[in-house]
């Protein structure tokens, strides 16, 4: 090598950012396989009906003899694998993924910036069209089991460029855009954003490919790293040195490696002892930045009748109670609504007496968190009528959802929403589903619509509303009963 050092020289910040990438997308990689195992399933139709995915990673066939829920459908994941490991603990994972992206975002603007304003682009960015063919000859080399000559290295041989051109201009930004494709905040108010990539589930069949992408780069990468001349790369990549092997570079390098997988051990160890910690830490962070960011996006849906899902999941199963049960047998004749809590006029309402009142019919898309989603039609009343009706106090500042439903050990599924939420254009109590009354499973005789979250805010098998000041006053304090047991995050934009 008789080039000056100084072309080859990699300089503090990018040494920083490679370093601060691969641990970041440690914990990216590993949480998402979590999240996917909640719905191991994947799609390019939206419907999502079992069967009509491309890949599943689950061998249960979806019965069709009885009532099976997307609950059922979630497959345990390795700790040694996923982050945090186990069963439905996307919750956590999901805090790690969205926390860990804020910064893996922030890396990458940074780097991109560093590169173009120092003139680093050179070595990413061909420039001259016999790169292609150079790369094929280096690809040739390769794959005849040789390595390049040294000096092909300028620092980079031209299938490395082209490779790292491609992860970091092509694989990088399509990563994020098919990540925010399955946002419902986002295809909730900005329909269009979607059909980007198709739809929703495209989005979500791409970004896993993309990470097996990133997989299968970090394999040769590293082995490439390995094959041609390990120490001497250690010594670029850890100190900038150009000059060879390096012991110093060498045991920074290994020992930096060791960290990343011990402080990936220590964060699976840390939120399978206390997930609540991760959801109040984390979880602080990743909802207050979502709520300032969706703050004013409202719901602005209008899909044709024709994209009407025929096959739609469920989850939550209709409530075992006595009480439930009779209203049920009864053809809920004798339900009521009940509202009340900080409101001037508390209501109870009877099923007929909702259905006089204003209504309001919309064909959205449903993003459950585990990764299905279905388009349905939905009418009913909205519920910012209903505050109309009942007059909230000025302390009021949270809707709380109440349902019939219970867990095993009967505690009751609720849901919160301030205020803003509440009032939503496609903010509605439902008793409608596609033009019939709203089914059992679905939630009857009525449940709640919003369309910029993901499902389980949309408490089903309603049985009062209730306004309060404050969310963290009941159940567990996380606002919703997904939150408090299952760790979820209560804005649920994302
Ligand atoms: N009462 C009650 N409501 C609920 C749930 C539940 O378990 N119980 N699950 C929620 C979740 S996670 C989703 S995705 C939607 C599912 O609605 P669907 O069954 O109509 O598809 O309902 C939400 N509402
Ligand atoms: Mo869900």
Redesign the pocket.
Known sequence: MHESTQIYDFPAWLRIGHYINFLLMSFLVRSGIQILADHPRLYWNVDCKPNSEWIKFTNRAVPTDRLY??NDDEVNASPWIALPGGKHTLGVARFWHFFCVMFWVLNGVIYVTLLFSTNNWHRLIPDSWDVFPRALQTFLTYATFHLPAATEFRPYDALQQLAYAFVIFVMAPLTILTGIGMSPVVVGHWPWYQKLFGNRQVSRSLHFLIAVGWLIFFVIHVSLVIITGFSANMNRIVLGGMNGPNSLALGIGLMAIVFVILINALATWYSTKSPISIQNTLGHFTDRLMKTMFRRLTSRQEYSQDAISAY??????P?ETAVYQQLRDGSFVDYRLIVEGLVEKPLTLTLDELKAMPRRTQITL?N???GWS?IAQWTGLPVSELLKACKPLPEAKYVVFH???EDEDGLE?YGTLDLLDARGPQTILAYEMNGTALPI???APL?LRVETK???K????LKSIELIADYRTIGLGQGG??EDRQYFGTIAGI
């Not at 739609?312 to 199963?317: A, C, K, L, Q, T």
């Not at 949309?458 to 098998?461: A, E, F, N, R």
């Open positions: 829920t997307s739609f999941w469920v989850n939550g199963r409530p449903h459950c968190i585990q279905g349902s019939f439903g599924y499973q679905y939630g449940r993901l499902g389980f949309m408490t089903k098998y009963y997904r």
